[in-house]
């Protein structure tokens, strides 16, 4: 597993995807966080939200209820996510 930080920095680099238009870019790196660091809730939440964003409603909820389990107290996850 790669370190919070590097994990960090891929998700910046997401976010300045998505500012940019590059949503499916976003998910891209997104994904590539969850892969390094698989217990990173906020990876997870951006993840879902991106999902949904394209269209993909499945894989948003499994993303959005992960990032859910690995924290719970999120404010985002707590509005998105009704279990």
Do not use: C, Y
């Amino acid at each position: 597993m790669e370190s919070t930080a590097s994990t960090d920095a891929i998700l910046a680099h997401a976010r300045s995807a998505l500012k940019a238009g590059d949503r499916a870019g976003s998910l891209r790196l997104a994904a590539e966080a969850t892969r390094l660091d698989p217990a990173h809730a906020g990876a997870w939440f951006l993840r879902g939200v991106l999902e949904a964003g394209l269209g993909d409603l499945t894989a948003a909820d499994a993303s959005l209820a992960r990032s859910f389990e690995l924290d719970p107290a999120q404010p985002a996850a707590n509005r998105l996510v009704l279990r």
